[in-house]
């Protein structure tokens, strides 16, 4: 009886600890499975590649930005711009957007920020509503 239930918790804990491995793997690939089109695209020096296809926005971003707004608000991309690469390996990012206030009036924002042109990470530096 004891050896099958050490046997059994063995099996749970072999189980569990696999799962963990298979997340840290998939971690590296998570923007990829957040949204299909970053898969696989190569490093431009644009920056195009840190944007998703469509709509183009960096996802990223967008989170943040969603949650530094009241969540009753519902948030559409009207535009995204990426500047030119800086010598430090930056994008200067602009992020027009629009608003639904839970009472139903539209308003108009902007955000700034950079966008790191090797890894895609991102700070946001003003919100304007």
Wanted: proline fraction near 5%; charged fraction near 25%.
């Amino acid at each position: 009886m004891i050896i099958l239930m050490g046997l059994k918790t063995g099996i749970l804990l072999g189980a569990a600890l696999a799962s963990m491995a298979a997340l840290f793997l998939a971690m590296k690939h998570l923007p990829a499975l957040i949204d299909p089109s970053l898969a696989k695209r190569p490093v431009a020096a644009d920056g195009s590649h840190c944007l998703s296809r469509t709509p183009a926005e960096h996802v990223g971003f967008m989170d943040a930005l969603n949650a530094r707004i009241d969540p009753t608000d519902r948030v559409v991309v009207t535009e995204t711009r990426l500047g030119p690469l800086t010598e430090d390996g930056t994008h200067r990012v602009t992020v027009d957007y629009r608003f639904r206030k839970f009472s139903g009036v539209y308003t108009d924002g902007r955000a700034t920020g950079t966008v790191r042109n090797d890894d895609c990470s991102f700070e946001i530096q003003t919100l304007e509503r």
